[in-house]
């Protein structure tokens, strides 16, 4: 990210037009600090506009490793730059709101790597409940699938126990009829 410290910038879109103009105070690459997960991530890393400097200008570069820094400690502010950023894309349309209507554990226009230690933890002790939840569901399927697989050797055992005589005199007399032949 960019902040101009002194002069003018043209923004130009990629055909060369003039979108806007930069003067002292003013941001660009904003966009390039934030480090979202998924599709979006891939949205924000191309090159949105070119910058053509009317006359000196200087200006001050905010690192995303810096930012990120600070994000992790003022989650307010990240949070902040979050919908700051949505809004942004959204009247740009370069994304639309069946986007933002996706429910996932991880919202995509969440900053990776800008958690705090506390924000960690949390997510930590969430995923660990909801994988506590998943594994008794399965341990419970088990069990029933095992119960009922447990119930049929038996049965099948029964069922030798009962024939096994049957089973033993039919063997013989089929191997003494194989040797006379």
Known sequence: ???LKRGTLDVLSDNGEHYSRLTQGGIFGEMAILKPLGPLGKLLARRRYSLRSVGY?????LSQEDALDV?????EQR???IRKATSLLLENNE????DLAEKTKFNPFELSGTE???????LLKETLDTLDKELDTVYIKFAGSSSSLKKQVTKLEGLYLENRKLLKNTFLRKTKNSKQI
């Not at 994000?71 to 989650?75: G, K, L, V």
């Not at 994304?95 to 069946?98: G, Y």
């Open 1 to 3: 990210m960019f902040v």
């Open 57 to 61: 200008s200087e200006v001050y570069l």
């Open 71 to 75: 994000f992790s400690d003022y989650p």
């Open 79 to 81: 949070n902040e730059l």
């Open 95 to 98: 994304i639309h709101l069946e």
């Open 116 to 122: 705090s230690v506390n924000e960690i933890f949390q």
